[in-house]
């Protein structure tokens, strides 16, 4: 099974920030890399699918890079409504893993 | 509006049996896979498997293998997610989602909460 590792697991920034969220996968994924936002007592959200391309609907501070082995979610300006939990999973095979997950906070 | 709408939330007692379901709306149900997602209290999500509702070929992660079923009943466009003998461990909220373009999960349930206790 591939293991998916998120760093940091928290964060402190402020609004207007540039944020960096990183994920790595124990054996390479090539581009099978989404990303989900998670608030408090609601559904994940998708943002990014395929590494690095936008959901629908999705604001364009949000953007993925990498691929293989490492990927990084960047929100390029942090904006209130932003402050949540942030997952990163790999849908190359099954099972389909998460990582541990990322909460941003205030 | 494509849609995923999941049954009520249930409490149980540990050993008694348990069904759950997701009904899609919205969209072609055969044409996407179904996958189910926990997330216990206050942690993490976790990738439970995954099915295709034309012919019902499941997938499971092996940490739930053996510890749930998953099914979908075609003619109503609805996947379940069933237990024949609840633990207490298995309380959490139970997300079930619609698999798309690279297998991303882009319509999300609202979650069920499933409560076992004695």
């Known amino acids: ?106 | 509006e494509v849609q995923l709408v999941q049954s009520g939330a249930e409490v149980k007692k540990p050993g008694e049996s348990l069904k759950i379901s997701c009904k899609g709306s919205g969209y072609r149900f055969t044409t996407n896979w179904i996958g189910w997602v926990r997330q216990m209290p206050g942690k993490g999500l976790e990738w439970m498997g995954i099915i295709y509702p034309a012919d019902s070929d499941t997938r499971y992660s092996p940490s739930f293998q053996g510890q749930v079923t998953i099914s979908a009943d075609k003619s109503i466009n609805t996947a379940y997610l069933q237990w024949s003998s609840l633990k207490a461990s298995d309380t959490a909220i139970y997300y079930c989602a619609r698999e798309f373009s690279s297998a991303s999960m882009d319509v999300w349930g609202q979650g069920t909460t499933v409560t076992v206790s004695s």
């Open chain 1, 1 to 106: 099974d591939i293991q998916m590792t998120q760093s940091p697991s928290s964060l402190s920034a402020s609004v207007g920030d540039r944020v960096t969220i990183t994920c790595r996968a124990s054996q390479s994924i090539s581009r099978f890399l989404n990303w989900y936002q998670q608030k408090p007592g609601k559904a994940p959200k998708l943002l990014i699918y395929a590494a690095s391309s936008l959901q629908s609907g999705v604001p364009s501070r949000f953007s993925g890079s990498g691929s293989g082995t490492d990927f990084t979610l960047t929100i390029s300006s942090l904006q209130p409504e932003d402050f949540a939990t942030y997952y990163c999973q790999q849908s190359y095979s099954a099972p389909r893993s998460f990582g541990q997950g990322t909460k941003l906070e205030i």
